[in-house]
């Protein structure tokens, strides 16, 4: 039986633990900031909805018997970019989360807009997560290639 190599994505939140499955490491860290090892990135829990920070140490490789289910075009890797909400901050965040692919954005951000995040500013405030409309969304695709980017988005 072939089986194919992946990475699998713990969640940090020790109530939850999840473990979920990602893409080419090279399509998650890519225009991550650091260098190769510590590489880092947000990302949010599909289960629990916690935003966390993780590196590439926190990716493990393991074998699977299926492929790849984003070459397969089962699940989408998103980036989800949006400024603190506070005034005056300039801080912005990138977080990258995985949803099935037949799932509708409007869905989504109905689970996304719980998002729980426990992030510092560069003033040392906690970052505050604006609303939805202003959020700029992306689907992570493949490498060197990208959507234009769907947002601010509309729900009407
Ligand atoms: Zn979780
Ligand atoms: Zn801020």
């Not at 650091?34 to 880092?40: I, M, T």
């Not at 299926?66 to 990138?94: H, I, K, N």
């Not at 807009?113 to 003033?123: D, G, N, P, Q, V």
Request: hydrophobic residues 35%; positive net charge; proline residues 8%.
């Amino acid at each position: 039986m072939p089986d194919y190599v992946g990475n699998w994505l713990e969640c940090r939140n020790r109530n939850c633990g999840f473990p979920i499955r990602l893409p080419d490491p090279e399509l998650v860290l890519k225009g991550r900031r650091g260098d190769k090892d510590r590489a880092a990135f947000l990302f949010a829990c599909p289960v629990c909805l916690h935003v966390n920070p993780y590196n590439q140490n926190h990716l493990r490789e393991v074998r699977f018997r299926s492929r790849d289910p984003y070459q397969a075009g089962r699940l989408v890797l998103y980036s989800v970019r949006f400024g603190c909400a506070r005034p005056r901050c300039s801080t912005e965040l990138s977080v990258l989360t995985v949803a099935a692919v037949n799932v509708s954005l409007a869905m989504l951000l109905g689970f996304w807009e719980r998002w729980k995040a426990k992030l510092k500013c560069t003033s040392g405030h906690t970052f505050r997560i604006p609303v939805p409309e202003v959020w700029w969304i992306q689907e992570e695709k493949s490498l060197g290639f990208s959507d234009p980017p769907k947002g601010p988005l509309s729900r009407k």
